[in-house]
């Protein structure tokens, strides 16, 4: 009799890396700063407490652009089987914006659709600032008993991760999470971008 075979349908996947620039954070955390001091400028959207700037959709500096948004991007991409050649097609950073969480600041569940892929560069995540919490799509894996009998992925109903100062994560914009209140008087602040796919211009 021959051995069986585990198909994996359905994956969720995350790319981590760590993206180390000091010039791209004295950028972002200049920038958090001059927003905090402009009137009506934080925005009430996923996070509970804490602050969060209004999006922006440029960055003039382009070493910052690819080193942050763009080049990790595509070593996620490298990951994958594409579909179309490479070069038919090209990503660009939609919008990005900065949060900032101090103790019992979290963020709700939310995804960043209709973008093809988001991700959060962690400029400072010091420990105990709250987890980043994935939760599987599939709402009824919640009830499944299986995973009081299985230490395995395939019955996961959410995922948690730590992060640390400089981390990045990249994941597809469907995939629904939120952040755990901070259990630090210390600031955690982390930039959120999305990403988006377009067709190289001929």
């Excluded at 075979?5 to 920038?31: G, M, R, Y």
């Excluded at 090209?90 to 939310?110: A, E, K, P, T």
């Excluded at 892929?117 to 600032?129: E, M, N, Q, R, T």
């Excluded at 992060?163 to 209140?181: I, K, R």
């Amino acid at each position: 009799m021959s051995k069986g075979q585990l198909l994996n349908i359905f994956k969720s996947s995350i790319f981590k890396t760590k993206v180390e620039s000091e010039k791209a954070k004295k950028h972002f955390l200049d920038l958090l700063n001059s927003e905090k001091n402009s009137p009506n400028s934080s925005m009430h959207v996923s996070n509970m407490g804490g602050f969060q700037t209004r999006p922006f959709s440029y960055i003039a500096d382009e070493d910052i652009n690819k080193k942050v948004f763009i080049d990790p991007c595509f070593e996620y991409f490298d990951n994958f089987n594409k579909r179309k050649p490479v070069d038919s097609w090209g990503v660009r950073m939609s919008s990005y914006w900065l949060n900032q969480n101090s103790m019992s600041d979290w963020n709700i569940m939310h995804n960043h659709l209709p973008n093809n892929f988001s991700g959060i560069w962690y400029l400072k995540a010091p420990k105990d600032c709250g987890r980043v919490v994935f939760q599987n799509g599939d709402m009824l894996v919640m009830n499944d008993s299986n995973f009081d009998y299985f230490d395995d992925p395939n019955f996961y109903s959410r995922f948690f991760m730590d992060v640390e100062d400089n981390d990045l994560l990249l994941f597809p914009s469907h995939m629904l999470h939120f952040v755990e209140p901070s259990r630090t008087n210390e600031e955690r602040i982390s930039l959120a971008f999305n990403l988006k796919i377009e067709p190289t211009q001929e």
